[in-house]
């Protein structure tokens, strides 16, 4: 295969020793697959925003969009760090979802064996994907709020063209994605509050008329509310999951605290021209540099950027010996989310079984 | 105590025959501590809807407000019956809830000794209350969104009142309620997305004025992804839950998914003039009439009506009789939420322990 550039956006906190894990994991499969990959920093995250006013700076914004193939990011953001409105600054997310218009966030939620969870569930049991719209809903109001000091409103807007794209993408990942909800038949749930809000109504109306192009999945529905009980309740029946960008957010990390916690869950983030690929999870300032930190989803987000790039038996060589880890007992997870063998020892354990 | 007039709406679907049983269990109670309690049934629903064109008759709404002490409602709503913009009519949440002003929606979440839950938790360690902010945040936009064949929208706007007046039920409910988070330490967690919206950051700014008045009581935070996730993993930390309308929706039916589904949460609405208590759950219609249905949610509702009027050794006697016919077997909830003796038989398993 052609050699690949990828772009590396270290982050803040517990950023860069995540990323150092999972280059050491990309750099060992290449090796093995015989793959040509260049990394290249580039800068982003909250740390830059203080040095430089922009979260990323618009110049490395531009090489991202025309001079790698992906981009594997770093969680980041610093609590200090923020806007007059209160909110965060250095986050990232509206520079890059937006200005590279990845509108489909692609968080699989897969119970490995050897993984301590909280719910009465097997491996097999819970293995379904989220596709969380990434452009629009309420986060379209990020950074655009308005407010005064007796009311403050953000708007929770949807379009046309952004839920045809993001429902068409999770039926075709229900044609083709290698996991299947236990009943083995393929459906798309689409998750909306449609009886309440006219935004969410719209938003099952398209899903709606796109569906109707595959006769061959099933469609399924749950208001908000009913999808969060039964991600609890009943994780087996998921296959894909649709939603809007705010509940995406939400579903996808009640269903990390199924799968054994954020450290274990991986996220893409795909556009029709770029794509990035990181951890769902922040950047945990106060446990960065001490080798504490799981870096599990960072390394299941460059396998994920390896299916990206068509490498999938390399990428499937890093989530067997990701799976095989923690299957073995080599790496174990504690009480607070973090690996007895440390960072660095989860990413020998795992370059150890490629 | 002086006698009290009780309006009840029986609703639809699944919703008469839950409030039966409810009234059945509020009759008995009253027997036995000596209370005078009148039912009178006010219309209100679905199926009001489609017979008036209201989902409450206005003289209705106007009763509710001036000649009750307290109103118990059944699940109300028929998919089938919708407005023009796709949303349901007759649910009633906009109508009791604004026409009432019961900005307080309460809701417990327990779990009790002899119920089947998906998670690893014993009772005890799920113990916690969720106070919903009920007349503004994003349902505001109900009945009040925009939209064409391009694009729709709702707003999510909180006030400086809403905020406030919220914070402070929850603070106050902290100091007063019977419950505890495992640790014994009083906190109230304010539960919003204040790192990337506007209007979230200005509902944590009230609960931090607010909170300077409690210093008896631990403030806490939760981004609402990292609310999702810890309610599953650590439920024993939470004690009282504050939060903006939308999210209170969504994670009080989290919530009921570890302590045994829907049928097991009960709600009370509540302003400074009126009150109305009601299960969490929907009104079921596919299984309407067919001694099918759970009560607890509407019987425990119930308790929380006589805790209102003041009747707390009542309304500990039901929820002690709920409890027992858990523990004790006599009550079995199968893989569907349904009672394995029938909705009757649990009305009766409860009257008998009372
Ligand atoms: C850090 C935060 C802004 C971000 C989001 O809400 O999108 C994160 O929670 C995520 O899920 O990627
Ligand atoms: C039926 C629905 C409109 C209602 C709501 O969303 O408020 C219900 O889910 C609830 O929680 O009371």
């Known amino acids: 295969s052609p050699p690949r550039r990828i772009a590396v956006i270290r982050g803040d906190g517990i950023g860069p020793e995540l990323v150092d894990s999972a280059v050491e994991v990309l750099s060992a499969v290449a090796d093995r697959e015989g793959l040509e990959l260049h990394f290249s920093t580039e800068p982003g995250g909250a740390a830059t925003y203080r040095e430089t006013g922009h979260a990323m700076p618009p110049e490395a914004l531009d090489r991202l969009r025309t001079e790698y193939d992906a981009t594997l990011k770093g969680p980041v953001g610093l609590p200090e760090v923020r806007k007059a409105d209160g909110t965060e600054a250095g986050l990232l997310g509206g520079v890059l979802r937006l200005g590279l218009d990845t509108y489909a966030n692609v968080r699989p939620i897969r119970l490995l064996p050897g993984v301590r969870t909280p719910v009465r569930f097997e491996p097999g049991q819970i293995d379904y994907v989220i596709v969380r719209e990434n452009t629009e809903g309420l986060y379209l109001s990020r950074g655009a709020g308005v407010g005064n000091e007796r009311a403050a409103a953000d708007q929770l807007m949807v379009t046309r063209e952004g839920c045809e794209r993001i429902v068409r993408f999770a039926f075709e990942?229900?044609?083709?994605?290698?996991?299947?909800?236990?009943?083995?038949?393929?459906?798309?749930?689409?998750?909306?509050?449609?009886?309440?809000?006219?935004?969410?109504?719209?938003?099952?109306?398209?899903?709606?008329?796109?569906?109707?192009?595959?006769?061959?999945?099933?469609?399924?529905?749950?208001?908000?509310?009913?999808?969060?009980?039964?991600?609890?309740?009943?994780?087996?029946h998921f296959d894909v999951i649709?939603?809007?960008?705010?509940?995406?957010?939400?579903?996808?990390?009640?269903?990390?605290?199924?799968?054994?916690?954020?450290?274990?869950?991986?996220?893409?983030?795909?556009?029709?021209a770029s794509a990035y690929f990181e951890p769902i999870h922040g950047s945990a300032p106060g446990i960065a540099g001490q080798d504490r930190a799981n870096p599990t989803s960072q390394v299941l987000s460059s396998a994920m950027l390896l299916d990206h790039l068509g490498e999938h038996s390399a990428a499937e060589r890093i989530r067997r010996a990701v799976a095989a880890a923690y299957a073995e007992g080599a790496v174990e997870i504690d009480e607070r989310g973090q690996p007895t063998c440390g960072t660095r020892g989860v990413t020998r354990a795992v370059v150890e079984r490629l």
Request: hydrophobic share 40%.
């Open 173 to 236: 990942l229900a044609r083709t994605r290698s996991g299947a909800p236990a009943d083995g038949r393929r459906r798309v749930t689409c998750v909306d509050k449609s009886n309440v809000l006219r935004s969410f109504a719209f938003f099952r109306r398209v899903y709606d008329e796109v569906a109707a192009d595959y006769p061959d999945i099933e469609r399924d529905y749950r208001y908000s509310d009913a999808a969060a009980h039964d991600l609890v309740a009943d994780p087996a």
């Open 242 to 272: 649709v939603t809007e960008n705010f509940l995406g957010d939400l579903l996808s990390d009640l269903g990390a605290a199924t799968v054994g916690g954020l450290g274990m869950c991986p996220s893409a983030n795909i556009g029709r």
